[in-house]
């Protein structure tokens, strides 16, 4: 059974960091797109950033160069690193992975998720 698990949320002002990490567990298919998501209130969740088995990254204009995914595959936890942070940043933010390829790695077709973490940004 798959299972992600986000932890690393938490409140910070503008312009600080947080690392946000989801420990994967029960995930044996050779290939995967993996991807951090967000929700705020009143908004649809938006897929903010995805690493593909064969490490190729893709973000959201609004983090470029401001967040950065990673997984460590020895550990099997993916990782969002935020920096620059903002007000609009504030949202849950929810890991998926998805077996099929980058395509499926978006909102309404991603097969896995965790349970979220909260990031809270004040200005």
């Known amino acids: 059974q798959v299972q992600l698990a986000e932890s690393g949320g938490g409140s910070v002002q503008a312009g600080g960091s947080l690392r946000l990490s989801c420990a994967v567990s029960g995930y044996t298919y050779s290939y995967f797109c993996m991807g951090w998501f967000r929700q705020a209130p009143g908004k649809e969740r938006e897929r903010v950033a995805a690493?593909?088995?064969?490490?190729?990254?893709s973000y959201a204009e609004s983090v470029q160069g401001r967040f950065t995914i990673s997984k460590d595959k020895a550990k099997n936890i993916l990782y969002l690193h935020m920096s620059g942070l903002k007000p609009e940043d504030t949202a849950a933010y929810y890991c998926?992975?998805?077996?099929?390829?980058?395509?499926?790695?978006?909102?309404?077709?991603?097969?896995?998720w965790g349970q979220g973490t909260q990031v809270t940004v004040s200005s």
């Open positions: 998926g992975a998805d077996p099929r390829g980058i395509g499926y790695c978006v909102v309404g077709r991603t097969t896995y």
């Open positions: 690493i593909l088995s064969d490490g190729t990254t």
